[in-house]
């Protein structure tokens, strides 16, 4: 083992003890409480053939301490025109367990029969959360469903998706319920997430930035896992992804394309800046401009609805959807730790969807949510980790281990008060090659060594302990300092990044990212210029002199002289690392 490799295993406990965090202390007492209940529709349809449901009221969400029960009520009114007959299949009416959380009739941490790893608290079977009460529940007539849910040990807010359905027979809507329990304090460092529900491996994955019709290329230099595009141009420019391909199928073309070919498309939203008035006057104003102006905000979320109507049209396939990295931290660096202290025009855009959602940052990550859950539940969300939002840069200013440790604990703490339940989260590396900064900036200061690793892995290991959340690490530098083609020249710029995670016989790097909750890598570059994994630089096969160690002849003619690729397919011939 180098001494690099031995030096990131040494740096990055993944458990610390209260001695070596020097920040956990004695838990805060834990009170339990329940929230008002849910009082019913004004109006609810009714007479329609077959059967059918309409969701009805229910008890509050509770607030529980680890390992405690409570009893949660849903209602549902007949809407249909056939009865709900208790013990009859094909007639009976029950409540099972729906998408996007656990996933159709999969089991949760929050209550079952005992089976499939669930908890016994008395449910039917693991994946029907109760039974109709009633012998009989005629046509505009209510069944009030009761079930027992346990608090998990690990503080955080839980979802459990439910929908009703006739056993033996069809679901019935309504399809969007959720039951909510929230487990108070802090999740202890070094608690790994569980994974989000749905995620489609587990193992550690490898993606890459491509185009509209590259899904087969990329399939056929590595079996890659996933494939990103960012969606940009604005919502109300006539720029927009949506402009992008008549109808506005851009979307629909890129993930009907991963999905011939095996890969999991990925999503970066990136709309806000890039909307109008705000895309005048540069980031962060624009960006504080356009969540300020009701009709920009009006077309943003419109926008957003369209895309996961699109995404959703694609179900069962699974979809990634990154929204809008850096303006979460640009949130936090100016309003502070409370994102409700951010003014967002939300329920004040008028869309029904996002009626009763808070005018502020709360309510923005809300309506995300709630857009998702409404239109795509096949689509898995994902929250930007913005270090800089404290006002620090961990890279740069390379703090002790103390230091970093608060800091990471004020972003999850930014990210919980969002009470926002995303499914993952991604953070990234520089979106520019070490020597583009050299050379087009003149920052010497753009290379990684094994202290900045271990320092990001740390930092992402805590956030993920106290979010419970895992991390997705993208829009990683595609530079490598091996092959003659990365002459640092416009697309050929260096950097080590590539190497220090595959060309690590040993995985030791991998396995430390992993065990801080990392479960992807994704490649790409974040601008023209930086190297990419591609022939950007349309120059064709190139090897100029060497300009130091990067003597290797260029395996193709992509900008990076074939490195990555080549890489990433070793290490899947080479079995991929199997997560934690």
């Known amino acids: 083992m180098s001494a690099f490799l031995l030096l990131i295993t040494m740096l990055v406990p993944l458990a610390p003890t209260a001695a070596a965090s020097g920040s956990i202390v004695a838990a805060a007492p834990c009170t339990s409480s329940v929230g008002p209940g849910i009082p019913p529709p004004t109006n609810v349809p009714s007479g329609i053939p077959g059967f059918h449901a309409a969701w009805y009221g229910q008890s509050g969400y509770p607030t529980l301490c680890p390992g405690e029960r409570s009893t949660a009520t849903v209602a549902f009114y007949n809407t249909g025109t056939r009865g709900w007959v208790a013990g009859k299949l094909g007639e009976v009416a029950y409540l099972g367990t729906w998408d996007p959380d656990p996933g159709q009739d999969r089991a949760t941490s929050l209550g079952g029969d005992g089976t499939r790893e669930s908890p016994a608290t008395g449910w039917p079977r693991y994946n029907r959360v109760a039974a109709q009460p009633a012998s009989w529940v005629g046509p505009n007539q209510v069944a009030w469903f009761q079930f027992t849910v346990i608090a998990p040990e690990i503080p955080g807010t839980y979802r459990l998706s439910i929908r009703p359905l006739i056993e033996g027979a069809q679901w019935m809507e309504d399809y969007g319920v959720f039951w909510y329990v929230t487990v108070p304090g802090t999740a202890p460092a070094g608690s790994l997430a569980p994974l989000p529900s749905g995620w489609p491996s587990r193992s550690l994955e490898i993606g890459m930035m491509d185009g509209p019709d590259g899904a087969a290329a990329m399939r056929a230099a590595a079996p890659f896992a996933f494939r990103y595009q960012y969606l940009s141009g604005g919502a109300n420019t006539g720029r927009g992804w949506a402009t ?53 905000m009006s077309a943003y979320f419109a926008d957003l609805r369209l895309l996961l109507q699109r995404a959703g049209a694609e179900s069962p396939a699974k979809v990634v959807l990154h929204v809008e990295p850096d303006l979460w931290g640009y949130i936090q660096q100016r309003y502070g730790d409370d994102p409700a202290a951010t003014p967002v025009r939300v329920a004040a855009t008028g869309l029904s969807e996002l009626a009763g959602l808070a005018d502020n940052a709360v309510g923005f990550a809300g309506a995300i949510l709630k857009l998702r ?5 096949n689509v898995i969300v994902a929250y930007d980790l913005s270090e800089f939002g404290t006002n620090h840069d961990p890279f740069y200013e390379k703090p002790p281990d103390a230091t970093l440790d608060l800091w990471s604990t004020r972003s999850a703490a930014f990210f919980n008060a969002l009470h926002a339940n995303f499914d993952l989260v991604f953070s990234g590396f520089s979106d520019r090659d070490a020597a583009f900064k050299r050379y087009q900036r003149g920052d010497d200061r753009g290379w990684w060594y094994a202290e900045d690793f271990a320092r990001q892995a740390r930092y992402v290991a805590r956030f993920s302990a106290l979010t ?52 992807a890598f994704l ?10 994994a591609c022939d950007g630089a349309g120059d064709g096969v190139t090897n100029p002199p060497p300009i130091g160690a990067n003597t290797r002849i260029s395996l193709n003619a992509d900008d990076d002289g074939g490195y990555f690729r080549d890489r990433a397919a070793a290490y899947y011939a080479a079995g991929k690392l199997t997560l934690p």
């Open 523 to 532: 490649f790409g570059r974040g601008a023209d210029g930086a190297t990419c």
């Open 244 to 296: 992008w391909n008549s109808g506005a199928q851009f979307a629909t073309f890129y993930i009907q394309d991963s999905v011939r070919n095996g890969l999991v498309p990925v999503f970066t939203y990136y709309q806000m800046l890039q909307s109008a008035p705000g895309n005048g006057l540069g980031e962060p104003a624009g960006d504080f401009a356009n969540l300020q102006n009701t009709s920009t």
């Open 373 to 377: 859950d409404t239109y795509a539940p």
């Open 468 to 519: 419970q959340k895992r991390i997705v690490l993208w829009q990683i530098p595609l530079g490598n300092t091996k092959m003659r083609a990365m002459n640092n020249s416009w697309n050929h710029y260096q950097d080590n990044t590539v190497e220090w995670f595959l060309d690590d016989p040993g995985r030791a790097n991998l396995s430390a990212y992993a065990r801080a909750g990392v479960i």
